[in-house]
């Protein structure tokens, strides 16, 4: 079992910076990809960004490409992603997730073992 916990969500206005943070437990992360994705209301989920554990390869979904950077920091077992430039449309819940290291198209949120319990991000304009 991976335990998820996510932090660092607010209100802030547009343009603003916020850096969320997800801080793994109970398995080491070298056999994981580790995912962000964000559900805004009325929205179905989307995919962010994405880390493969072992080698720190990055995917970033289009939407967010140039503003927001995925990173990890073995030490601290934690994963990050740094948003600037925030737009309303960053609105939502953000939600970390892992999966067993794959190729597949990391959009696919049913591919992933395990969620935390999300963190609120809200931007104002």
């Known amino acids: 079992q991976v335990q998820l916990v996510e932090s660092g969500g607010g209100l802030v206005q547009a343009g603003d910076s916020l850096r969320l943070s997800c801080t793994a437990s109970g398995r080491a992360l070298g056999s994981y990809d580790v995912g962000w994705f964000r559900q805004a209301p009325g929205k179905e989920r989307e995919f962010v960004a994405l880390?493969?554990?072992?080698?720190?390869?990055?995917n970033h979904a289009d939407s967010v490409k140039g503003r927001f950077t995925i990173s990890r920091d073995n030490a601290k077992n934690t994963v990050y992603l740094q948003m600037n430039s925030l737009k309303p449309e960053d609105t939502a819940i953000y939600y970390c997730a892992a999966r067993v290291r794959s190729l597949a198209n990391p959009a696919i949120s049913r591919a992933y073992n395990f969620w935390g319990q999300g963190t609120q991000v809200t931007v104002s304009s």
């Open positions: 880390i493969r554990w072992s080698d720190g390869n990055k």
